[in-house]
């Protein structure tokens, strides 16, 4: 069974680093593309990010370029989504997910973690 | 970036009638366009792949269709568990994959 696993809730104060996680079981990690979604509090989605693990491959939406990072361990399945600087905008529920196509981000994503609230407030 | 609109916003439609959804895309997308269905504190659902192509586990009554910039779905006996919020996003071109900015389908 295809599982998308995330860290658990976060709160944190401007300026302060974060980093949460993603850690899949059921498919071979790095045959699939792995991708960072933004739902601000009552927004839509919003594409962030997406990581390749067979090649280290990130690729960034202009919006989220520079602010954020994506990484992974392959040694552990996991995912990860990093800040350097938080701030209040940062506030939101991010979401991994995996598309249906493994080594294709040019596909819908089947599989989604639970979520990760993410609160950063002084 | 290509925009996607949804309308309408909201929707509200009885329980056991139809209820049809439409996305356009401000450039063609070709047959690249998912739905999604999130349910307040859940996380996306996919419901719809290929504009047309059903996921796995999805009921009949839910249907894509559309090609290049004008998509619909369409839920074609509302059940109770139906109620949520409906976002198309196309996966054509990247940077960045967009969504639209939802359909909320409430029950009248």
């Known amino acids: 069974e295809v599982q998308l696993v995330q860290s658990g809730a976060e709160v944190k104060k401007p300026g302060e680093s974060l980093r949460i996680s993603c850690k899949v079981s059921?498919?071979?990690?790095?045959?699939?593309?792995i991708g960072w979604v933004r739902q601000m509090p009552g927004k839509g989605l919003e594409w962030m990010a997406f990581f390749y693990p067979a090649d280290s491959e990130a690729k960034y939406s202009p919006s989220f370029q520079g602010q954020v990072t994506i990484s992974v361990d392959k040694s552990i399945s996991t995912a990860y989504l990093q800040w350097s600087s938080l701030k209040a905008s940062d506030t939101a529920m991010y979401y991994c997910?995996?598309?249906?196509?493994?080594?294709?981000?040019?596909?819908?994503?089947?599989?989604w973690g639970q979520g990760t609230l993410v609160t950063v407030s002084s | 970036e290509i925009v996607m609109t949804q309308s309408p916003a909201t929707l509200s439609v009885s329980p056991g009638e139809r209820a049809t959804l439409s996305c356009r895309a401000s450039?063609?997308?070709?047959?690249?366009l998912a739905w999604y269905q999130q349910k307040p504190g859940q996380a996306p659902r996919l419901l719809i792949y290929g504009a047309s192509t059903r996921a796995t586990g999805i009921p009949a009554r839910f249907s894509g269709r559309g090609s290049g910039t004008e998509f619909t779905l369409t839920i074609s006996s509302l059940q109770s568990e139906d109620f949520a919020v409906y976002y198309c996003q196309q996966y054509n071109n990247w940077p960045p994959y967009t969504f639209g900015q939802g359909t909320k389908l409430e029950i009248k």
């Open positions: 997910a995996r598309p249906r196509s493994p080594g294709s981000r040019m596909s819908a994503f089947d599989y």
């Open positions: 450039q063609s997308v070709s047959s690249n």
């Open positions: 059921g498919y071979s990690f790095t045959s699939y593309w």
